[in-house]
Nanobody, 122 residues
């Protein structure tokens, strides 16, 4: 079992940067694949990025490649996403998610945070 809490969201101008954090409870953090998802008003929740338990492999949706970087610090039970060159279309509630290391990097996450709002002004 794991509880997840996101932080770091806010309001930023287009072209700016934000770093989101996801703090996880528990003592087996390194056994989880971690992911970031986002949901904008009127849209379905969208996969953004994920990272394997060891941090050895990461995955990104095409729209954020080259702009966002996912990372994790297992000693701190924390996962991050650095978001650069932000665009208004990046505006969404960003959710942290976790699952046991298995299956598709994009699917079947078991645990979810409550989200943090990211708003990019145009």
């Amino acid at each position: 079992q794991v509880q997840l809490v996101e932080s770091g969201g806010g309001l930023v101008q287009a072209g700016g940067s934000l770093r989101l954090s996801c703090a996880a409870s528990g003592r087996t953090f390194s056994t989880y694949v971690m992911g970031w998802f986002r949901q904008a008003p009127g849209k379905e929740r969208e996969f953004v990025a994920s990272i394997t338990g060891t941090g050895g492999m990461s995955y990104y949706t095409d729209s954020v490649k080259g702009r966002f970087t996912i990372s994790r610090d297992n000693a701190k039970n924390t996962m991050y996403i650095q978001m650069n060159s932000l665009k208004p279309e990046d505006s969404a509630v960003y959710y942290c998610a976790a699952k046991r290391i298995s299956g598709s990097p994009r699917l079947n996450y078991d645990y979810w945070g409550r989200g943090t709002q990211v708003t990019v002004s145009s």
